[in-house]
Structure formats: structure tokens, C-alpha cells
């Protein structure tokens, strides 16, 4: 389901045409997001040090503190949003940083990574190609590592605003936790575990935890 109701003087873009376009002035909003995974990660996620790790639309390279925090030393972000990618590299947090689109195929070799990192990043892909990208997300791990899946369930895509005055959507859709869930196990995922960020009675964020078996 994809959100309506915007006037005429909005406009909506493709995640990759409203990121790119966003990206010198996303660090403006990046606390903001933080208060939906950051926690949920910290108490997820152990010592990284000596695995490979994917940040997967890795924007900004907002999540680098918690890979600082866990001693990660062999980090690569990707993101289909080339300017995501220039402001990502100023943060020094990845070894390596890639273009890829996970409604395509990833531009990763089978079983490359033990920890897959995918936070607020399925709002953008429609309903249809999830199954696809749970596939991509399970080719690339290897056995016995760990996928953290971070699903944003929100009610409305946020305004954003260009520095040009332009008002843009970028392209959402909503998720239910158990859709998500399913298309894991489907992919080959198991193991799953569940941890949720509420602010009083709101649900805003859930962390899918799942392992890809030996």
C-alpha cells in the first residue's frame, strides 16, 4: 500500500532520485531517526571485530557510531543514492562503499557477509519485490550469520524539503511485521527474534532479527 494525500505542489520521487537529492541535507534529520533502530541495534548487536559487515541502504552513514561502539574493522555501506554514498565516506566508517539497488541484484558475490545490517530501508520497496529482496539478503550472508531487518510501519511518508524549496515524498509503502517475517522464512532465514521501539501507545519501529542456517 503506497501513501496519498499530497497536494499538487508536492512531488513524489523513486527512493534513488529523492535521496540523491536529499542527501546534503539529510544530516539535519539523522537524530531524528536515530531514536527509531539506534537502541534497538546497541542491545541487538555484539562486538563486530574481525567479521564483515554490510550496511545495507546505508544512506548518510548514519549507523557509524554503532559500528565505531562494537569495533566493527570491516564495514561496507551500499546505497542506490550516489550522494548518500559521498556524504557516507566523510564518516571514515567503511571499508568499501557501493552502489546497489536491492530491487536488483546486489553487486555482492554469494555468502559474502556475516552480519547484514537493512535498517528502515523496506518502506521503499513495494510489496511485490520483498520476497526478492529477503532472496538477495539471504545469497549474499553466509551460513550461520545474521541479518537485522529494522521495519518502519509509519502511517504517512514524511515531507521532505529540498535545498532548492522543493516539498518531495519519496516513494514509501507500509509493511506489516508478519508480511516481513514470512518472506525471511520463505528466503531460508531462521532463528527469529523480535525486538520493538514504542513511544507510549505507538508502535513506530520493529527489529527482525534471523539467521541463515549452517
Sequence with gaps: MTY???SPEEHEMSAAEGYDAYASAYVHD?????????????????????????????????????????????VVGCDLAPGMLEVAAKTGAYR?????????????????????ICSMVLVH?????IPHAMQEMFRITKPG?????????????????LPDGR????ESYIH?????????????FSDVMIDEHKEGADHYATLIRVQRPL
Design 30 to 74: 539523522e537524530k531524528k531517526l536515530d531514536r527509531f533502530d539506534l537502541k534497538m541495534l546497541m542491545r541487538a548487536l555484539r562486538l563486530l571485530t574481525g567479521l564483515s559487515v554490510l550496511d545495507l541502504g546505508c544512506g548518510t552513514g548514519r549507523l557509524a557510531p554503532l559500528f565505531q561502539k562494537r569495533l566493527a574493522d570491516h
Design 125 to 129: 520497496i513495494p510489496q511485490k519485490m
Design 167 to 170: 516539498t518531495i515524498f519519496i
Design 4 to 6: 496519498k494525500g499530497k
Design 96 to 116: 568499501e562503499l557501493v552502489q546497489g539497488d536491492l530491487l536488483e541484484e546486489l553487486p555482492f558475490d554469494w555468502e559474502s557477509f556475516d552480519v547484514v
Design 176 to 188: 506489516a511485521d508478519n508480511k516481513i517475517i514470512a518472506a525471511l522464512e520463505e528466503a531460508g
Design 145 to 161: 550469520g545474521f541479518v537485522y531487518v529494522v521495519n518502519l510501519p509509519q502511517r504517512r511518508a514524511p515531507k521532505l524539503y
